[in-house]
């Protein structure tokens, strides 16, 4: 029997913004996720910023490359599987397990018509089942 790795835990939503910058940028130092968050909120400090990177690490949200000065950080899960992940997790605390449940939730008040335009063009595709 093989064991299965544990998942990282969930982040905040402040570690979320996080994620975000570097999912965009790739492996960075503090100073420059910091230099690229400020854009987005200028009120977070480098002193924050590198604290939360140290704390997400300890965590298990992020990597860090200590073979480097200054150290980097990279997210330890591709964007897509970490939201995979969170919508699991939603759907079975917020949906009871149904998927149905959720898209018809956002369907109602959370998609433009241009998107569910969109959405119904994908549907349409034959072999596209998840």
Known sequence: MTAKSPSPAKPTAAELDLLQVLWRLGPADAKTVHEALVAERPDATYATVLRQLQVMHGKG??????????????????????????????????????????????????????????????????????
Not at 108 to 120: F, G, L, T, Y
Request: charged share 30%.
């Open 61 to 130: 949200l992020l990597t860090r490359d200590e073979s480097q000065r200054p150290q980097r950080y990279a997210a330890a899960l591709p964007q897509d599987k970490l939201q995979q992940s969170l919508v699991k997790d939603f759907i079975a605390r917020a949906f009871a397990g149904s998927g149905k449940a959720l898209v018809l939730a956002a369907l109602k008040s959370h998609v433009s018509a241009k998107e569910k335009a969109e959405i119904r063009q994908l549907l349409g595709k034959p072999g596209d089942e998840a």
